[in-house]
């Protein structure tokens, strides 16, 4: 039943007074409201939803029972200009302190501000040095509010849960098979409801704008298990899942991209792969799935897949194909401990030789949706954290070295102000107003800077940051920024002042502003040896991560990624419609490549190394004594001949693949290392037999090992199958791997020209060079690595300062002790040793208690290291021994300066 929708008579007057094209985009999403309603997510504002139409909002009133929608008005999709907003934040803020209580605040600030102006030097330094700290605490904070604080997009993201499944004897999660989700559907008590989804890649084959973009089947309640509705449309029921041209839904980006937002999307046709499917409807802006946000490319088309979800689950011997993501809704109450204990009572009651055979049984693994996502990340955005507090906190004890300095000089001052009667809070109070105002402009600086961080951040690598797209300054980021503000002005301002406000007006006067000088030197020794421990522990962990960084990039990965050019096609089934025709179709691009100038070799394979994650298949080897119930398994790869010479994979014996590997002749199959030291213990492989997939196979080469999944994951038995004798399997996608003479990049024109010549409506998608792939799998240590290594200089730096500014402090303090000293015939070298040792006391109390902590401390790093232990003898010898050379520096120079002060003119000092 569709919706009635009324009119007011301004929502008339308004329709009316826009212009005719206008009213034709204002018409199509009122009959949007006819049809479906106002949608869940739209935007509510005072009891009203405001319904976006063009450049318009319309503004409506629903009344669900009745099914009645009143379009009160139309209105500007802007928002009110800036100088409004001024006007009205000026009224309110004249009102708020105009002879109210926050008046003596007014005062206090005013006065504040007079002070800090009367010092630039000290205020630049402060404010420059606080908006350092606050600027990196609240940048890493941002990513922190992005990727593990922020909510999924999903309706009530803390029930979502993502399914998987794993060997047992092979512990990483792998993909769910059709017939598990069956049995999770059917048996589980836990869920209240569970989905399933494939992920691919399709083609817009238009000539005129092919485009290759993400694309993944799913079965029908995939959008109610996540509780995102489209925007516009609807989602595909299971009746049309069945239907052998579905209706898709499209992404909100490609639906701006390709139709400029066009609600008259709906009920056209796209052509995907050769096959006209109509649209049913337009997901949110943001929505992703689960699997998409480890993914290079997005999902921005869906089409709805019919599994049978009543029937009993089929019977396929070994455990079905494992090749879907599975993602389900939580029960009201239900944990994630309960449904993983509850889905392995399931698989507990499958007999071995149903649903499994007895050497490939699989455990079911379930996760909290953003904890999946997450992962690793985690980990290193929380060590993060803590390595930017510290800097915050050096970044302090600078400020308030700086006023303990200043305090000195202000005694005078406080003490003409307690004597013609200002109390101890009134004192106290002015003290802490001058800090806050520092912080608050260093706070304000520090936004500054952390927006453009932030920008930098992602910038070092895209990839090492899960839900790079949620990271931003937004209100939860700024509110971080004035806490930390406001926080380190009472952490760098409050002992300065209590000491200047503690100092009564007599003693003050009398003292003449030296009689705190030895209480100050002490507390700012102390605060320097803080800085230094602080620092010490950012700089071991920066020097285990770039060890650990350098360890990634010692390892051998299989391969040679120099001068090597990547990209992916698809060949689609309305041109390409068997498997004779796809294989004759890559024969022929790879023909027309190697005749490209500047490309020397060419090739293709089901994917890529370290880009994607590869899956195994059940093997069978002749002459093998295979165990009870030993699962026989493999990786497996489809490649072209090229493909192994492209990649500079070595070969070690036998042959690679060639022109004789065709459809028809000799199966044949090529195994890797690992494989033949597994299963052809003591034998030569060359010249036996096989199975996979069903087809008994001659080995005709060995070749080395390739890391796979992870430059730090274990190097797996992998088979080789040549892409030509594909026997029905259809591998419409190619990662096609093409070695240039020069840098790969700037063959790619050449390249793409190629390709069109051969089909215009096939686009190249997924283009990269191997030193592109190779860097993105380091991308989390290479993140972590940069960061720590800057925070752990920017410490270094800060303390030295510190240290350097505490000595020449003490030094002026003790020009005429000094001086008295010389003129008893203390020689320079003395003087110097004197204070070198006064600092150095410092120094070494900071780095031996920085060194205890560090120890401790860096093994909360042990998941995110590789080659190094997080107590490393070198990191923790090293370590300390350059700060304690670099603090030797720092107060050597002052000292020196200090010395060189001519006895009379020290003994008139003051």
Known sequence: MPWRIEFSRPAVRALRSLPRWEQRRVAGRIRDLERYGIPPGAHRESGACLFPAGDQFLVCVEEPETKEIIVVTLRPNRAPSGATVAVLVGRWVRRLFEGGWMEPLVHDVRFALRSLRKAPGFSLVAVVTLALGIGAATAIFSVADGVL???????????????????????????????????????????????????????????????????????????????????????????????????????????????????????????????????????????VLPVDYASSSVTEVYAPWYVDVESPAQDPGGGGSHGSYGVARLLDGATVEETRSDLARIMSQVEPVGLYSPERRFTPRVFAAKSDIVGGARGTILVLLGAVGFVLLIACGNVANLLLSRAEKRVREVAVRTAVGAGRIRILRQLLTESAILALLGGVLGVTLAHLGVDALLAIDPDSVPRSASVSTNLTVLAFALGASLLTALIFGIVPAIRVARGGANASLHESGRGTGAVSTRGQGLLVAAQMAMAVVLLAGATLMVRTFVSLLEINPGFQPQNVLTFRLT??????????????????????????????????????????????AGIRVDGYDRGDNEAMQAEWQWATPGYLEVMNIPLLAGRTFDSRDQDGALEVIIINESLARQYWVGRDPIGTLATVFGEECVVIGVVGDVTHNGLTGSVRGRFYRPHAQLDGYSQRSLTLTIETEGPPLSALPRVREAVRRMDPSIPLAEVATMDDVLASSVAQPRFAMVLLAAFAAMALTLAVVGIYGVISYAASRRTQEIGIRMALGAETGDVVRLMVRQGMVMAGLGVVVGTGAAFFLTRLMEGMLYGVEPTDLGTFTTVPALFLLVALLACWIPAARGARVDPATALRYE
């Open 149 to 287: 604080i922020k909510p999924l997009p999903y309706g009530d993201p803390e029930e979502v849960v993502t399914v998987w499944a794993s060997w047992d004897n092979f512990p990483d999660k792998t993909w769910l098979s059709v017939e598990e989700f069956q049995l999770f559907h059917q048996e589980n008590r836990t869920l209240d409801d569970i989905a399933l989804y494939r992920s691919g890649t399709a083609t817009f084959t238009s000539p005129e704008s092919p485009e290759r973009v993400g694309a993944a089947m799913v079965t029908p309640n995939t959008f109610t298990v996540l509780g995102v509705q489209p925007v516009i449309g609807r989602v595909p029921t299971w009746d049309e899942a069945r239907d052998s041209v579905p209706p898709i839904l499209i992404g909100y980006e490609l639906w701006q991209r390709r139709w400029d937002g066009d609600p008259g999307v709906l009920g056209t046709t796209a052509e995907l792969d050769g096959t006209p499917m109509p649209v049913a409807g337009v997901l949110p802006r943001g929505f």
């Open 571 to 616: 060949a689609p089934p309305g041109s390409y419609p068997d498997t004779e025709s796809i294989v004759q179709f890559y024969d022929e691009v790879l023909t027309e490549l190697r005749e490209v100038p500047g490309v020397t070799r060419a090739g293709g394979a089901r994917i890529l190394p370290l880009a994607t994650t590869m899956g195994d």
